[in-house]
Nanobody, 118 residues
Framework: QVQLVESGGGLVQPGGSLRLSCAASGSIFSFNHMGWYRQAPGKQRELVATISISIGGSTNYADSVKGRFTISRDGAKNTVYLQMNSLKPEDTAVYYC??????????WGQGTQVTVSS
């Protein structure tokens, strides 16, 4: 059974930075894609960023985070990261790690809270 464990959330002031980590219990190369989603109170879960685990590691970002967030992967550590810079109050949400294999239901982590407030 795959486990995804997120870490790195917390409270940060507007304009600040955080780096989220998602550690997989096995090799991330068993997945096709991994990514980050977020859910703010009263809102639906939305895509933040995804990365292909294949060679090349193509990435995709929500328009709201382009230029501020960067997703990356470390195959040796079986970990995917989300570097978040220039954080805004509207980035406040629970951030979830996601991993997908072809023709299988997606895997989700337990979530990590990010709060951007002065």
């Amino acid at each position: 059974q795959v486990q995804l464990v997120e870490s790195g959330g917390g409270l940060v002031q507007p304009g600040g930075s955080l780096r989220l980590s998602c550690a997989a219990s096995g090799s991330i190369f068993s997945f096709n894609h991994m990514g980050w989603y977020r859910q703010a109170p009263g809102k639906q879960r939305e895509l933040v960023a995804t990365i292909s685990i294949s060679i090349g590691g193509s990435t995709n970002y929500a328009d709201s985070v382009k230029g501020r967030f960067t997703i990356s992967r470390d195959g040796a550590k079986n970990t995917v990261y989300l570097q978040m810079n220039s954080l805004k109050p509207e980035d406040t949400a629970v951030y979830y790690c996601n991993a997908e294999r072809r023709l299988q239901p997606p895997y989700w982590g337990q979530g990590t809270q990010v709060t951007v407030s002065s």
